[in-house]
């Protein structure tokens, strides 16, 4: 414990937003955050300094180089050391009394039940293409009755969709079973931005590679995901009303300066998602 630490007096420039009774349900609440990467590393933070008290985090992955443009904990000093010993400094810098449970393996078959013990939400944080992991997650997830948050850095700007009671499954709305990698990267991809904002102007083409990974990545998305995941997962702590959970989606382009709401019952089968990850494949040359 810091002597000079309070958390009334930390986190009291909060209330207005929220109630003080409505701050200490925040403190009392666990997150759980798959991953620390682009996303998931920022996503800690501000939902630490949103006043959230309790964490279950995982990674397994140490910083590199490449991870500057975009991650958090990417420093000249952090390079070579796990990405969960960096953010866990970081968040205790915050908060010294948070509560973490740290998960030094990332999300595997073996601590999923305990990553997601007495959590509230889960804010989902894994590399693009973990598929195995995010749909193991996202199916516990569902079986315990934990609402989850997506906010993907599409483009230059964030695409949301929530997954809880009462809405479609997730693998009902991007409909994974039965495909390979690259077919559930695309899918993926259309599932997360129906309304694909983002398309028209990638500067450089050859720098988007899906079998091979790659992608062009910008901090400024991933901040946007994390502002908008903590609004999402405030209001899902508190009960407030307007989540939209899928098959409902929303996209903010911040370069084009425009918003849209989708809605794509059947999900994966919805015409329109047919429609665009057939021209996602043209776009890709698939």
Not at 75 to 103: A, Q
Not at 220 to 231: D, S, T
Request: net charge neutral; with cysteine; charged share 25%.
């Amino acid at each position: 414990m810091v002597a000079n630490f309070d958390y009334g007096s930390a986190f009291s420039r909060n209330i207005g937003w929220v109630t003080e009774s409505e701050q200490l349900r925040l403190k009392n609440a666990r997150v759980a955050i798959g991953g620390l990467g682009g996303v998931g590393g920022v996503h800690l933070l501000t939902l630490a300094r949103l006043g959230i008290g309790k964490f279950s985090i995982a990674d397994f992955d140490k910083f590199d180089i490449v991870n500057f443009n975009r991650q958090v904990g990417a420093t000249v000093s952090s390079l070579g050391k796990p990405k969960l010993d960096v953010l866990r400094d970081m968040v205790r810098d915050i908060n010294p009394e948070v509560d973490l449970r740290l998960f030094p393996d990332g999300v595997n078959d073996d601590n999923l039940e305990d990553f997601l013990t007495d959590v509230d939400v889960y804010v989902d944080g894994l590399d693009f293409f973990a598929f195995d992991a995010r749909r193991k997650t996202f199916a516990a997830c569902e079986r315990k009755g934990i609402p989850v948050v997506t906010a993907a850095p599409l483009g230059l700007g964030v695409a949301l969709l929530v997954f809880g009671p009462g809405g479609m499954p997730f693998e009902e709305y991007f409909g994974f079973e039965g495909g390979d990698e690259m077919e559930m990267a695309i899918r993926f991809l259309v599932g997360l931005s129906p309304a694909m904002l983002q398309r028209g102007y990638v500067a450089d083409m050859s720098r988007v590679n899906l079998a091979e990974r790659k992608g062009p990545s910008c901090i400024a998305a991933c901040q946007l995901c994390a502002g908008v995941a903590a609004i999402e997962t405030l209001k899902l702590v508190l009960g407030r009303k307007g989540v939209r959970l899928a098959p409902l989606g929303t996209q903010f382009d911040a370069y084009r300066m425009q918003y849209a709401l989708t809605w794509r019952p059947w999900g994966h089968r919805n015409p329109m998602q047919r429609l665009m990850r057939y021209l996602v494949r043209r776009q890709l040359g698939l």
